[in-house]
């Protein structure tokens, strides 16, 4: 079974409607993160979580909500769709690094392919 | 503004020769980089890291080097097979920021 999952994995919406994108882990980390894939730009960070309580703005965080609804469970929303956010979102998950560390790897979901027409 | 380029967007090489991927980046304060890999249908999985202390890293067929001066890394595969076939991001992050800027990608074909 897959450690971190996301739900739709595909999903074809209208221009105005409110979409939720759903992330879940079973790999018990504290931080999560929403990124969007765009061709020719990468991944860019819309949202991250440290733990529970703990909510910041990424780099593009503009026209999306999250809601960290437990541990395990990382919601996006888009409140009203726009064709510009058609894109592949991904969420990825860590663990704080081990002290002295410079780094914590990040554990990637499958990805949602959203399309807003 | 673009931190993190990666400016070939695809490379093609021969089974068996080396694949070099190069990672620029514009940001001093910069000081640990990763690579990963991203399979078609799949999220990206680390690969290999490389921190600002030194200038190179190496795990198994992959090496990656950092030339701080130059604010450049690169990614080397030897050999290439092709199952490293894939799309390679390099990211960037500040130590205790624990967020990644990312590259662009470049899409790696390894020709059997």
């Known amino acids: 079974d897959a450690d971190v999952t996301q739900t739709p994995r595909n999903r074809i919406t209208k221009t105005g409607k409110r979409i939720m994108l759903e992330c879940s882990q079973t790999?018990?980390?504290?931080?999560m993160y929403w990124y969007r894939q765009d061709p020719g730009l990468g991944l860019r960070l819309i949202y991250y979580?440290?733990?529970?309580?703990?909510?910041n703005k990424g780099e593009i965080s503009d026209g999306y909500s999250v809601s960290r609804q437990a541990q395990a469970k990382f919601s996006l929303s888009l409140e009203s769709a726009i064709p510009n956010q058609t894109a592949l979102y991904f969420c990825?998950?860590?663990?704080?690094?081990?002290?002295?560390?410079?780094?914590?790897?990040?554990?990637f979901g499958p990805g949602t392919r959203l399309t807003v027409l | 503004d673009q931190q993190v380029k990666q400016n070939s967007p695809s490379l093609s090489v021969q089974e068996g020769r080396i694949s070099i991927l190069n990672c620029d980046y514009t940001n001093s304060m910069f000081d640990y980089f990763l690579w990963y890999k991203k399979y078609p249908a799949e999220g990206p999985t680390f690969l290999i890291s490389?921190?600002?202390?030194?200038d190179k890293n190496e795990d198994g067929r992959f090496t990656v080097f950092l030339n701080k001066s130059a604010k450049h890394l690169s990614l080397h595969i030897v050999p290439s097979q092709p199952g490293d076939s894939a799309v390679y991001f390099c990211a960037a992050s500040v130590t205790g920021t624990y967020k990644y800027i990312f590259g662009t990608g470049t899409r790696l074909k390894v020709l059997a």
């Open positions: 979580s440290f733990d529970v309580k703990d909510i």
């Open positions: 490389i921190s600002s202390i030194k």
């Open positions: 790999k018990g980390h504290d931080r």
């Open positions: 990825a998950t860590s663990d704080p690094p081990l002290a002295g560390a410079s780094y914590n790897e990040q554990f």
